[in-house]
């Protein structure tokens, strides 16, 4: 990532582990750079639920690689994440509903990703260019976030 205050960049390979890395590196990046702990936690919750998906869905099991810029902004983080993986399911976002609360004493089993992602973040945006992915979003920064 560059450390001259431009936009964060990562190119990530498709795999676990390296999203762990690159999720630790933007959080030092963004920390650098001075983003308040509460709004690098926000990006960081919605990054690794998109960058997760990408491994687990549009990937599923194969390699392929990820690329991430993020653009810090006076009240907000513009987002941009690209991937060669397969399309979303008919080419849309998900809904993002949240999953049904499972009953007392029963863990839930997932399906809180899209509800997350579209939870924490403004202007969502999915489009399928060229045989790649394109997602892009903004992050709020929150007033008084210290």
């Known amino acids: 990532?560059?450390?001259?205050?431009?936009?964060?960049?990562l190119v990530i390979p498709g795999d676990a582990l390296a999203v762990r890395?690159?999720?630790?590196a933007m959080v030092e990046a963004l920390t650098?750079?001075?983003?308040?702990?509460?709004?690098?936690?926000?990006?960081?919750?919605?990054?690794?639920?998109?960058?997760?998906?990408?491994?687990?869905h549009a990937f599923?099991?194969?390699?392929?690689?990820?690329?991430?810029?993020?653009?810090?902004?006076a009240g907000d983080l513009h987002c941009r994440v690209v991937d060669d993986?397969?399309?979303l399911?008919?080419?849309?976002?998900?809904?993002?509903?949240a999953p049904p609360v499972p009953p007392e004493g029963e863990a839930a089993e997932g399906g809180f990703g899209w509800f997350l992602i579209r939870s924490l973040s403004q202007d969502l945006c999915y489009r399928r260019c060229g045989g790649?992915?394109?997602l892009s979003f903004r992050l709020v920064k929150t007033?008084?976030?210290a």
Do not use: F, K, S, W
Not at 21 to 24: C, F, P, Q, S, V
Not at 33 to 53: F, K, S
Not at 61 to 68: A, C, L, M, P, Y
């Open 89 to 97: 399911p008919g080419e849309a976002l998900p809904e993002g509903r």
């Open 60 to 73: 599923e099991g194969r390699q392929g690689e990820i690329e991430v810029t993020i653009r810090l902004g």
């Open 132 to 134: 790649r992915n394109l």
């Open 21 to 24: 890395h690159a999720l630790r």
């Open 32 to 56: 650098h750079r001075g983003l308040h702990a509460c709004d690098r936690g926000t990006a960081e919750i919605v990054m690794a639920e998109v960058l997760n998906n990408i491994v687990e």
């Open 85 to 87: 993986g397969q399309p």
């Open 143 to 145: 007033p008084g976030c």
């Open 1 to 9: 990532m560059p450390d001259d205050g431009a936009d964060l960049q």
